[in-house]
């Protein structure tokens, strides 16, 4: 069976880091973009940060460019997300997620989605 599973997250304060992770088993991850997307109450799923099999090229949202760096680790088959300088507006459900084909930051772009893991910042 096919799992993604987020962890890390929490609360923190406007200014902190956190750190997300995301384990992939069986074949998810082999050969696969891997992403970051989001969620807020009450607002859509939101392209967080993309990175490819080959090369690790990754490409970022504007709104955490500069903030968030996207890695993976194709060896252990694990995925994460550092998140610098957190601002409120970071609050949000953030989920793992491997690509099947089309734009990066289309959500129907993957068919595989970890649980989600909270991110909570406070002002």
């Known amino acids: 069976q096919v799992l993604l599973a987020e962890s890390g997250g929490g609360l923190g304060q406007a200014g902190d880091s956190l750190g997300l992770s995301c384990a992939a088993t069986?074949?998810?991850?082999?050969?696969?973009?891997m992403a970051w997307f989001r969620q807020a109450p009450g607002k859509e799923r939101e392209f967080v940060a993309a990175?490819?099999?080959?090369?690790?090229?990754?490409d970022y949202a504007d709104s955490v460019k500069g903030r968030f760096t996207i890695s993976r680790d194709n060896a252990k088959n694990t995925l994460n997300l550092q998140m610098n300088s957190l601002k409120p507006e970071d609050t949000a459900v953030y989920y793992c997620?491997?690509?099947?084909?089309?734009?990066?930051?289309?959500?129907?772009?993957?068919?595989?989605w970890g649980q989600g893991t909270q991110v909570t910042v406070s002002s």
């Open positions: 997620v491997a690509h099947r084909g089309g734009p990066l930051r289309v959500p129907s772009s993957y068919n595989k």
């Open positions: 069986g074949r998810s991850f082999t050969n696969k973009a």
């Open positions: 990175i490819t099999w080959v090369g690790g090229t990754t």
